[in-house]
Every structure is written in C-alpha cells, then in structure tokens.
C-alpha cells in the first residue's frame, strides 16, 4: 500500500493525494459492485434455463389467456372428440387403417385420429369450393350445380385414401429395390461374426444413402431390439412396416432358424440367393412384357399414321383420275 500511496503522490504532485485515494476507493468499490451484480446475472440466468428445461418449453411459452393456447386446447379436445367416438366405431377397419399408416411412415399414436380429421377437412373445403366456384361456371339454373358439389366432396373424402395409397406403393417399391442389398450385407455381416443386433444396425446405416426408407425401418428395428424386444417380435414388426411377403418370410425364417437351432448364416445366404433370384426375375418379367405394353400405343397411335401415309396418294389418284 505504501508503494501505491507513493506512486499516487509522484503523479498528483502531493498536493491532491486525498482526492486520488478518493477516487482510488470509488473505483474499486463500482468496479467490486459491477462484478457482483455480473455474478448475480449470470446465476439468475442459469437458474431460470434450469426451471425451463424442467417445466418444459410449452409450459414456459404458452400463456393460458393466449390466442395460441386456446387454438392448442380446442385442437386436442377435436382430436380427443374423434379418438372416442368416431375412429373407436369400428375396430377392425381401425387397425387396418393403422398397419396402413405404418407402411406409409406415419408413426404416431394419432395418426388414425389426424387421418379420419382430414379426410372430413377435405371433403368440407372441396365441397364448399366447389359450391363457390359453379356460379362463376354455370348458370344458376344450370341442373348441374348441385352434382358438381355431391362430387368435389366426395374426391375430398377419398383424396387422402388415393394419397395413402401412392405413398405406400411408391414405399413398397423402395423397400423391395433395397430388400435383396439388405439380405446380402446381413450375410456379410453374418460371416463377419456380428450378432443379429450389430449386423442390422450396421446394414441400416449403410443404406441410409440408398435407400432411406427402408434404412429407417431397420434402424427402428435396432432400437426396439435394444429396448427389450425379442428377435421375433422386431422381425414381426419389421415385417408389418415394410409391407413386403419377401420380409415377412425373411422373419419366419430367422424364427424356424432359432428354434431348430440351425446355423443363421447358412440360411441367411440361401434366402439370399433366392432373392437375388427374384429380383432376376421380377426383371427378365417386365422385359418379356414390354412388347406386349407396347402393342397398345402402335396400335393406336402408329399404325393410322402408317395407313394414312400409305392410302394418301392412292386415294388422291383415284379422285383426280374421276375428274
């Protein structure tokens, strides 16, 4: 302190050495204050993230007297409205609609619900686009103003159906392309030496670039395996999503393999081959094919132009030579 004293006297000349150390204490005591309040800051921060994390973003954001919250409300009690008494009619045509929905890749709980809402929804909108937009096309006493309308709701309550079902079969085809890849690495992963756990969640991450679809499946597979499935239960399942014979026979053999106590491998390389030998075939059966497919446009489209081409200038001769 001594030193710091002098070296204050030296600049201030001796004659203001009361008023520095003055300004020397103001300094270190706002300095002293400013860091406090900075540690403050930082805990308060900290500690309101921690209470956000624990209660949960909605809760943290979602003002009860919100527009949003009243929205999200009114939403579940629809979505609770249709779970109770209009998916719950029929059972069976519930669980179809479901397996259906997991082959397209939609995995939620609600998916049933939201499908049977916007089935309603779109025949609803198509309708009443369709009652707004007939006057403008037809006159009011126009006998087709009514059927026009009947019709625009029923393309709104079958549009989701037609689109679920493109979605499945453009998914089907993805999954029976990448079916025989899938059955060759698992068998490489087999001799490898991997257990049934590793090789399925190494061939799903090699197929992630191929084929995501069904790399997505897999990898679902892996991780009902890792939550305490059985083999069997995650080949059944596996089976239901992918939609395809040639998965749930892959998982009936993989069953009748464990139980008879055969070498996995060995069957994994037969089944193999033989889908190596249906996508053969599959292929040399649209080749063998395409000339009857093709049969139909020449018919149509070549073959009068050919006559035409033909006939023309006899035709034309025989008329000038009547003149």
Same mark, same amino acid.
């Given at each position: ?17 009361? *008023?520095?150390?003055?300004? &020397?204490?103001?300094?270190? #005591?706002?300095? =002293?204050? %400013?860091?406090?309040? @900075?540690? /403050?800051? +930082? ?57 259906? *929905?997991?082959?397209?890749? &939609?995995?939620?709980?609600? #998916?049933?619900? =939201?499908? %049977?809402?916007?089935? @309603?929804? /779109?025949? +609803? ?97 892996t991780l009902e395996m890792r939550a305490g499935r059985t083999l069997s239960e995650t080949l059944d399942h596996l ?76 035709y034309v001769k025989l008329k000038l030579g009547a003149y």
């Open positions: 302190m001594d030193a710091v004293f002098e070296f204050i006297s030296s600049v201030s000349g001796g004659d203001n050495s009361a *008023l520095m150390v003055s300004a &020397f204490v103001f300094l270190s #005591a706002a300095a =002293l204050a %400013f860091g406090l309040m @900075a540690i /403050a800051q +930082v805990r308060f921060a900290v500690k309101r993230r921690a209470a956000e994390i624990s209660t949960g973003p909605a809760a943290a954001t979602d003002d009860p007297r919100s527009l949003r919250y009243a929205s999200k409300v009114a939403a579940q009690r629809l979505i609770d409205y249709t779970a109770k008494h209009y998916s719950a009619e029929n059972k069976g045509e519930t669980k179809e609609l479901r397996r259906q *929905l997991l082959q397209a890749g &939609f995995l939620d709980t609600r #998916a049933p619900v =939201l499908f %049977f809402l916007a089935r @309603a929804g /779109a025949a +609803v909108v198509l309708a009443l686009g369709a009652f707004l937009l007939m006057p403008m096309l037809l006159t009011p006493e126009s006998p087709l103003r009514w059927p026009s309308v009947w019709i625009g709701g029923l393309a709104g309550y079958f549009a989701p159906n037609v689109y679920l079902s493109r979605r499945i079969a453009g998914r089907q085809v993805e999954h029976r392309a990448g079916f025989p890849d899938f059955m060759d690495l698992l068998v490489v992963c087999a001799d490898a030496g991997l257990s049934m756990e590793a090789a399925l969640d190494r061939v799903g991450r090699e197929l992630a670039d191929s084929y995501r679809s069904l790399s997505g499946n897999i990898h679902m597979a089976a239901d999503r992918l939609g395809l014979e040639e998965a749930r026979s892959f998982a009936t053999l993989l069953q009748q393999s464990e139980k008879l106590g055969s070498s996995l491998t060995e069957a994994l390389r037969v089944y193999s081959d033989d889908m190596r030998h249906k996508r053969l075939s599959r292929a040399e059966e649209k080749a063998y094919s395409l000339p009857a497919k093709l049969s139909v446009p020449l018919t149509l489209c070549v073959f009068p132009v050919v006559i035409i081409v033909i006939m023309l200038p006899v």
